[in-house]
């Protein structure tokens, strides 16, 4: 057996790559001075002047003042230039009907040195298109520049702001703590058995401890945890307030 190993691309856990580039705020000499000790979304497109594109920027501009308040920046990038971005920020904008300003910088990656140094060149139209397009990639950085969750879509499926918005809160509250955030977080747990034959709305957004978080340490650092009763007995379903939280 054997595998062709991808050259490209970035994997979790590790520094994501630094680079130098024009952006609609101007040129920068790092991307990682950039965001210095600093969460950061790097946000690709396809293309400017296309209709999914425009409206994802339109969208992701209503989030940027809850992503300031989370202490975290966004850079949006695709391999038009610079001056074609500043020409379709004009439509980004109208297409909002005037209701937002995009404060965030979009990179100009015209040579497509950062989008194949990141992975988000479309492999699958590559071998098709003279001049293939950017994926609907999200990089979630942390202050360490360490990449903490990628998503990636395909041109034909625009993407859930929402959701990046959710995804960089779960990385937050999780960020050098010993939890983690069940499915749909935080619309979990809303209505659960408790061990009195009662049901309680208490643990509603709570997240669960690590597996690697002994008993007697969630006794002692967690006294309000919760363990769910399953059938093997096994308590590792162990719910823990939000508020909760170390
Ligand atoms: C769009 O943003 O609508 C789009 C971009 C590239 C290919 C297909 C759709």
């Known amino acids: 057996m054997f595998f062709h190993q991808h050259a490209t691309g970035v994997r979790l856990g590790n520094i994501v790559p630094d680079f130098s580039c024009e952006t609609t705020h101007g040129q920068w000499d790092s991307f990682h001075e950039w965001k210095k000790g600093k969460w950061a979304i790097l946000f690709s497109h396809p293309a400017d002047f296309t209709p999914v594109c425009t409206t994802e920027i339109g969208r992701l501009a209503l989030k940027q003042d809850e992503l300031q308040s989370m202490d975290c920046l966004i850079a949006t990038l695709s391999v038009d230039p610079v001056k074609s971005h500043n020409d379709w920020l004009r439509d980004v904008v109208a297409h909002c009907e005037n209701e937002i300003e995009v404060k965030f910088p979009i990179i100009g990656d015209a040579d497509r040195k950062i989008s194949e140094a990141y992975g988000m ?113 096994i308590n590792y379903l162990r719910l823990v307030k939000q508020e909760d939280v170390e």
């Not at 959701?163 to 935080?186: D, F, G, H, M």
Request: aromatic share 8%.
């Open 121 to 233: 060149i479309d492999a699958g139209t590559s071998s098709e298109q003279a001049l293939p397009l950017t994926i609907r990639a999200v990089f979630i950085i942390n202050p360490e520049n360490k990449l903490m969750l990628s998503l990636n879509y395909p041109a034909c499926v625009g993407r859930n702001m929402d959701e990046i918005v959710r995804c960089v809160k779960a990385l937050q509250l999780s960020y050098e703590k010993s939890i983690a955030t069940p499915a749909n977080w935080p619309n979990n747990h809303e209505d659960i058995p408790m061990p009195d034959g009662s049901r309680s709305t208490a643990f509603k957004g709570s997240v669960f401890l690590l597996p690697t978080v002994s008993e007697d340490e969630a006794k002692e650092r967690y006294p309000g945890y919760h363990s769910c009763d399953v059938p093997s007995k």
